[in-house]
């Protein structure tokens, strides 16, 4: 845990029982005037006819008051905390709501961009086919890359504020499913952005240059090889889909 990530969680903490710390400060301090105020009444006795009688029903209306004060303060310092508990729920269910709702659509979008570049032909029906991308496919692959680096970005987003401010109950198991998620999507990035340029001065790119373009696009049924890298545990079914379904199993 960094330093700033303790500080916000600190910041949150104090918020949210703010109206309780204040209570029970102001019961502090009436406290302490009340058993002041008495001490100075004994002490000096202003009474000139030192009736006994009005001292003790003096001293019995202070204490009397004080106890109102704790009692009627312990009870709406417990109905604002019962207040905030309801709220704070709310808020979650809510933040719940809205988080699962925002990663199934990034999800989707990359299932769709996945459909879209193997009915393109940027796809392999089995292992040792060739497959040559022209000029029309290559442009598509790109199209559809800003995609993918988009979505990569926002499960970046969306992790941090899972960790940040523990949004969840299981937030570091979710957030490990979704930085493999995101891991999974950055590989096939990374290796767009390494071989980007030479895509502008050739007419066609073998699909085997690109082994995480060709693996994302593969049946996640069968077995795929890497060649040119040692990834044998790179998948999108255990390293992207998987996740994702692992997340709501957590959640739900």
Do not use: W
Not at 5 to 17: D, E, G, S, V
Not at 115 to 132: D, F, H, M, P, Y
């Amino acid at each position: 845990m960094n330093r700033l990530t303790f500080l916000n969680k600190t910041i949150i903490r104090i918020q949210q029982h703010a109206f309780i710390i204040a209570f029970f400060v102001s019961i502090i301090s009436l406290f302490i005037v009340t058993l002041v105020t008495l001490y100075n009444f004994i002490e000096h006795n202003p009474l000139k006819n030192n009736n006994t009688h009005i001292q003790i029903e003096i001293v019995k209306s202070l204490l009397q008051v004080l106890v109102v004060a704790i009692i009627g303060g312990t009870v709406a310092a417990l109905f604002r905390a019962y207040e905030q508990n309801q709220e704070t729920s709310r808020l979650r269910i809510q933040k719940k709501m809205d988080f699962t709702k925002q990663l199934n659509k990034l999800y989707r979008t990359v299932k769709c961009s996945r459909r879209k570049l193997k009915s393109k032909g940027i796809a392999v029906r089995i292992e040792g086919e060739n497959t040559i991308l022209n000029r029309d496919k290559i442009d598509f692959y790109k199209s559809q890359l800003d995609i993918l680096d988009e979505v990569q970005l926002e499960l970046e987003g969306l992790t941090t504020e899972a960790e940040n401010f523990k949004l969840f109950k299981d937030c570091e198991k979710i957030s490990h499913y979704m930085k493999e998620m995101s891991n999974y999507l950055r590989k096939i990035n990374e290796e767009f952005e390494k071989n980007n340029q030479s895509f502008d001065v050739t007419n066609g790119v073998n699909l085997d240059n690109l082994e995480y373009l060709k693996e994302f696009t593969y049946s996640a049924n069968k077995p795929f090889t890497f060649l040119l890298r040692n990834k044998v545990d790179y998948r999108f079914k255990s390293k992207f889909s998987e996740p994702f379904h692992d997340i709501f199993r957590t959640l739900y």
